[in-house]
């Protein structure tokens, strides 16, 4: 089984993301074997737009075209490190939790030096999915990047170190129109502090109600994904994403006599969700004392934890699914992708640890309105 150091000293950083339409139509029927562009992607490289791209195999897979080197290896020698059959390290098994299902690569007969992973789709099982894109972290280039693409990644992304994450892009189901809205990279550089919580509930708001019961879901898978970074002290993830999914259809199968989905579920979801709020509330005036205390110290976010800080938060995960009556994440995909920067480490993976306590904050905020 390869070890976390066959990750390697590579040096090139991750291409900036782009953005752009769908591949022309003929692009798409001309790709061999069935598979088209991913219609759903909400970021990162898109086939027919960018050298690398994302495409969905006839058997509902996702292909994500590997990069060139040293970025695509990186990534293959990570999940295929991760999925070894026969993996030992519980670090390793337990994050597989976390990650998109690897199937190995894939290549077509007719372009062999185009290989591909094979992911699971994280979308699959849901009606209409909303899907959203935040890049975690307090740097968007590792550790072996150059001063040029460290300058760069610093201007595009002034606020990523204090704030330790950045929206990508999102698509939010509108129950009204039968229709997505869509957010790109823009959109989310344009978020600061005082706008990010605002800019997050979007993804949460379907023109009806704000779902609150797929905030809690969010916060639940959030939580686990912590908990694995704290006590894990071998992996450094940079440029690292997490994929946020939840069912827009509210309940699956609920149709209107026009053919729509019938918005009522989401009102029945979210009353699953008041009392988490008011718990929410509780626990900022000090009645709950296991739990985080987040406080700004001179406009810098800064997130502290009081004595059984790892116990509170299983706890706080468990009073949220008491309450809510079932596991409200069931209905939730919080996901790890993108693996083109991860190296060894010796020590906990800090940027990554404050983009999720800062991102916990952030949701638990949209939770209270």
Same mark, same amino acid.
């Given at each position: 089984?390869?070890?976390?150091? @066959?990750? $390697?000293?590579?040096?090139?950083?991750?291409?900036?993301?782009?953005?752009?339409?769908?591949?022309?139509?003929?692009?798409?029927? @001309?790709?061999?074997?069935? #598979?088209? *562009?991913?219609?759903?992607?909400?970021?990162?490289?898109?086939?027919?737009?960018?050298?690398?791209?994302?495409?969905?195999?006839?058997?509902g897979?996702?292909?994500?075209?590997?990069?060139?080197?040293?970025?695509?290896?990186? /990534?293959?020698?990570?999940?295929?490190?991760?999925y @070894?059959?026969?993996?030992?390290?519980q #670090?390793?098994?337990? =994050?597989?939790?976390? =990650?998109?299902? %690897?199937?190995?690569?894939?290549?077509? *007969?007719?372009?062999?030096?185009?290989?591909?992973?094979?992911?699971?789709?994280?979308?699959?099982?849901?009606?209409?999915? #909303?899907?959203?894109?935040?890049?975690?972290?307090?740097?968007? %280039?590792?550790?072996?990047a150059?001063?040029?693409?460290?300058?760069?990644?610093?201007?595009? %992304?002034?606020?990523?170190?204090?704030?330790?994450?950045?929206?990508?892009?999102? &698509?939010?189901?509108?129950?009204?129109?039968?229709?997505?809205?869509?957010?790109?990279?823009h959109?989310?550089?344009?978020?600061?502090?005082e706008?990010?919580r605002?800019?997050?509930s979007?993804?949460?708001?379907?023109?009806?109600?704000?779902?609150?019961?797929?905030?809690?879901?969010?916060?639940?898978k959030?939580?686990?994904?912590?908990?694995?970074?704290?006590?894990?002290?071998?992996?450094?993830?940079? @440029?690292?994403?997490?994929?946020?999914? %939840?069912?827009?259809? #509210?309940?699956?199968?609920?149709?209107?006599?026009?053919?729509?989905?019938?918005?009522?579920?989401?009102?029945q979801?979210?009353?699953?969700? +008041?009392?988490?709020?008011?718990?929410?509330?509780?626990?900022?005036?000090?009645c709950?004392?296991?739990?985080?205390?987040?406080?700004q110290?001179?406009?810098v976010?800064?997130?502290?934890?009081? *004595?059984?800080?790892?116990? $509170?938060?299983? !706890?706080e995960? /468990? /009073?949220?699914? &008491?309450?809510?009556?079932?596991?409200?994440?069931?209905?939730?995909?919080?996901?790890?992708?993108?693996?083109?920067?991860?190296?060894?480490?010796?020590?906990?993976? +800090?940027?990554?640890?404050?983009?999720?306590?800062?991102?916990?904050?952030?949701?638990?905020?949209?939770? !209270?309105?």
């Amino acid at each position: 089984m390869d070890s976390p150091v @066959a990750l $390697g000293r590579l040096e090139v950083a991750r291409p900036v993301p782009t953005r752009g339409a769908c591949s022309p139509e003929r692009e798409q029927s @001309a790709h061999l074997n069935g #598979c088209v *562009p991913l219609s759903h992607q909400v970021a990162g490289h898109k086939y027919g737009v960018d050298k690398v791209g994302i495409l969905q195999h006839p058997d509902g897979t996702v292909l994500k075209q590997l990069q060139p080197p040293p970025r695509g290896p990186r /990534e293959m020698q990570f999940y295929s490190m991760v999925y @070894a059959e026969d993996c030992c390290d519980q #670090c390793l098994t337990d =994050l597989r939790q976390h =990650l998109p299902t %690897y199937y190995g690569t894939w290549t077509s *007969p007719d372009t062999p030096t185009d290989s591909y992973l094979k992911l699971e789709d994280v979308t699959r099982r849901f009606q209409k999915p #909303c899907i959203m894109d935040v890049k975690i972290g307090q740097k968007s %280039y590792d550790p072996f990047a150059s001063q040029e693409k460290r300058d760069q990644q610093i201007k595009k %992304y002034p606020l990523m170190e204090e704030m330790g994450f950045l929206l990508l892009g999102m &698509r939010v189901y509108k129950t009204g129109s039968d229709s997505f809205d869509t957010y790109d990279q823009h959109y989310g550089r344009g978020l600061g502090k005082e706008t990010v919580r605002e800019g997050l509930s979007k993804f949460f708001y379907n023109s009806d109600v704000l779902r609150k019961d797929a905030v809690t879901g969010s916060i639940l898978k959030v939580q686990k994904i912590l908990e694995w970074f704290e006590g894990q002290s071998q992996l450094s993830f940079y @440029a690292s994403s997490l994929l946020f999914v %939840y069912e827009g259809a #509210c309940s699956p199968g609920v149709v209107r006599s026009d053919g729509r989905l019938t918005p009522k579920a989401c009102e029945q979801n979210n009353n699953i969700a +008041q009392s988490l709020s008011a718990m929410f509330s509780l626990h900022k005036k000090g009645c709950v004392r296991t739990h985080y205390q987040a406080k700004q110290d001179n406009g810098v976010w800064t997130t502290t934890q009081l *004595p059984n800080g790892n116990r $509170g938060r299983r !706890e706080e995960g /468990e /009073e949220l699914k &008491r309450d809510a009556g079932q596991d409200t994440g069931g209905d939730v995909e919080v996901k790890m992708i993108d693996f083109a920067h991860v190296f060894p480490s010796d020590g906990h993976d +800090q940027g990554y640890i404050y983009g999720l306590k800062n991102l916990l904050k952030v949701l638990r905020q949209i939770l !209270e309105e």
